[in-house]
């Protein structure tokens, strides 16, 4: 069964630093990873994604993660944080369409980002 | 432009009532799936449809109902039988033929029970 964990609630970061929230997955097969920020009040925008390829993924906003098949981790980066940044991050990885799966994501439990001035 | 629409936004209901949350999206995606967040919980799948006129349970279904009658629309009821229905409820939809491609979502409907 695929699962998703995000081992921290909270990440604090100056403005300027370089930020990282995690996540780490447990796949059969081949995994379909997905970062989505959402703004209070909000649904989810989607950031990225790692479908197979380059280990270092690029997406909206300046963000990338970087997909590391060994540590079945799929990081979220971004090098400078801007006090925008602070939202609610989910992680998530996507089920097939076989087996009476759906497609449908599974999701961490979400990281709260918040960037200080 | 093309996109995913849930109403209302906010919605207040009193003990014992059915409510339906609406959800049409215009992107002409064979799937649709209805989620509810709380706080500190994540998403938690209620149900999701792969195609027209079928639909299958997700993890906390008990207390919801749902039908796909139209490709475009994915309408969830929260019964009476829902036993703490006061959260946020997330629809998506997305390709079936693109297994890797991303779920797109509402805005979301926030729902109170009084």
């Known amino acids: 069964a695929q699962s998703v964990a995000q081992p921290e609630d909270q990440v604090n970061v100056a403005e300027g630093n370089p930020l990282t929230v995690k996540c780490t997955y447990s796949v059969s097969g081949n995994p379909y990873l997905f970062w989505y920020v959402q703004y209070p009040n909000r649904g989810l925008q989607f950031l990225l994604k790692y479908i197979t390829g380059d280990n270092l993924v690029k997406g909206s906003y300046g963000f990338e993660a970087e997909f590391n098949k060994s540590q079945t981790s799929f990081h979220l980066k971004k090098p400078s944080a801007l006090v925008s940044d602070s939202a609610l991050y989910f992680c998530a990885v996507r089920a097939p369409f076989f087996r009476n799966q759906g497609g449908k994501l599974i999701f961490g439990q979400g990281t709260e980002l918040s960037v200080k001035p | 432009d093309g996109g995913i629409t849930q109403s209302p936004k906010y919605l207040f209901r009193k003990e014992g009532q059915n409510v339906t949350l609406s959800c049409e999206q215009n992107?002409?995606?064979?799937?649709m799936y209805w989620y509810r967040q709380d706080p500190g919980q994540g998403l938690r799948l209620i149900y999701y449809s792969q195609i027209v006129n079928d639909f299958q349970k997700g993890d906390i279904a008990e207390g919801y109902s749902v039908s796909r009658e139209k490709k475009e629309s994915f309408p969830l009821t929260v019964t009476s039988a829902q036993k703490n229905p006061t959260a946020f409820y997330l629809c998506?939809?997305?390709?079936?033929?693109?297994?890797?491609?991303?779920?797109?979502f509402g805005e979301g409907s926030r729902l109170t029970v009084l």
């Open positions: 998506a939809s997305s390709h079936t033929d693109r297994e890797a491609g991303e779920l797109f």
């Open positions: 992107l002409n995606h064979d799937a």
